[in-house]
């Protein structure tokens, strides 16, 4: 063989390992990043899903304050490896009328002496975890929050049921307080929960003056940024007539 035949073969196998290492190298990161895009689209439809599963469970639950006579609901969650953590803390909301605190206002009497403390109504906590991301049924309201670098961001999925007529200056307050064992549940499987009634507080005032309803949240709350965007207009709110519903629950397995 002469020299240029070898120097030749040389290259031939330089040139072969090269494009194998090229072509392996690109292999393996395409299956990198693919794997990660997968994990990634897998993590975000598993919330898709969950906030489809808590805005069913949130319809079927408030059932509770919206009629009288129904005292139990049931729902599930299918976790597929988050889990469930409930408590008796969680989102608290001052509720005032004509200056005086709802428990104690002369409009009500001690209708909501069992559920209001010097006007605070806490709501109580009921969520779906997965990793940094939570979907949580607050008050009757579905709340979608994360832990991001700045704490955490959360923003309303479906509204609280607050609602005011500018019309007639009716208002309509309407909550869910959850009084529940603090615990965490983690699962793969669908687990069933049974919402129960303790107790139901509702009453009508007809108010003379106007500007005299506010409602606004009290302390730190997990979902600071979806709840101040959701109470933005109801400080100082002009109602001749306020109907107000809380039915205090517990939520078990």
Known sequence: M???DADRGVSEVIAFV????IIFGSVALISVTGLQAMESYQENEQLQNAERAMGAL?????????YDGIEERYGELALQGGGVGTGSDGTQ???TVDGEPLDSSS???NEFDGVANDGVVTLGEFRYEHGSDEIAYDGGAVVRASEGSDGTNSAMLE???LKYNNETKTAVISLVSIDADD???QSDENLGFTMNVDERSSAVADIDDGHNLTVE???ESRYKDAWEDELEDWEDVDAERVIITIAEVEIDR
Not at 18 to 21: A, E, I, N, T, Y
Not at 58 to 66: C, I, L, P, S, T
């Open 183 to 185: 615990r965490s549940i």
């Open 217 to 219: 949240l009290e302390g």
């Open 107 to 109: 409009y009500f009497g």
């Open 18 to 21: 090269l494009v194998f290492g």
């Open 93 to 95: 909301l001052n509720i």
């Open 159 to 161: 509204g609280p049921h």
């Open 58 to 66: 949130a319809d079927n639950f408030n059932d509770v304050m919206r």
């Open 2 to 4: 002469s020299g240029a």
